[in-house]
């Protein structure tokens, strides 16, 4: 989720660049996927046409790629590791797709295992009583549209306040900054919301 008025974000490309073998998937190649606008409706293109955001340069770890993966979570799954900053989507033969996301502060990372309850295209916005307390400047209500904290896609984990969603803050993928969710670009949360069904299941590993 946006936060309108924050300070010391902290880049942690270098952090990330050195901590792909936590996962104990132990990656061992990976080939970029490049983003793509295929899975795109007629709606996001034109709601993305012109963002009410600065497009930004995703770092190179946090670009989409497919790897190798050797965890037990099956074909299907999708694993969070947010220490490193990534979120996968299991593959058959080995591989998955590996996605850079914005994990929650200290203190707000969800961990443990959901499933996805729902799933939402353009979802409105309306922030916790706990958000609009610890945060400044937080309307009552967002609308959908790219504006909008959540982006173009939102799954909901099992009945809790969490989800996978997009972002109105692109520069922010790779950083510990958002109130728990775990925020993707617009093109791969639309890409992911694709490949998946309610009744995903979602395993967030524990930092």
Partial sequence: MKIWERAGRTAVVALALGMGALLSGCVTSETIEPASTASFTARDKKLLA???YAKATIPEPYQRHIVDYHRKEGPGSIVVDPDARWLYYVLDNGKAIRYGVTV??????FSGV?????KEEWPSWTPTADIKKRLTGIPDFVGPGP???LGARAMYLGSTLYRIHGSNE???IGQAV???CFRMTNDDV???YGRVSVGTPVVVLNN
């Fill in 50 to 52: 012109n963002p009410p």
């Fill in 104 to 109: 929650g502060e200290e203190a707000l990372v």
């Fill in 114 to 118: 959901a499933k996805v309850g729902r």
């Fill in 147 to 149: 504006h909008n904290p």
């Fill in 170 to 172: 692109p520069e922010t």
């Fill in 178 to 180: 958002s109130s728990g």
């Fill in 190 to 192: 639309t890409d992911l």
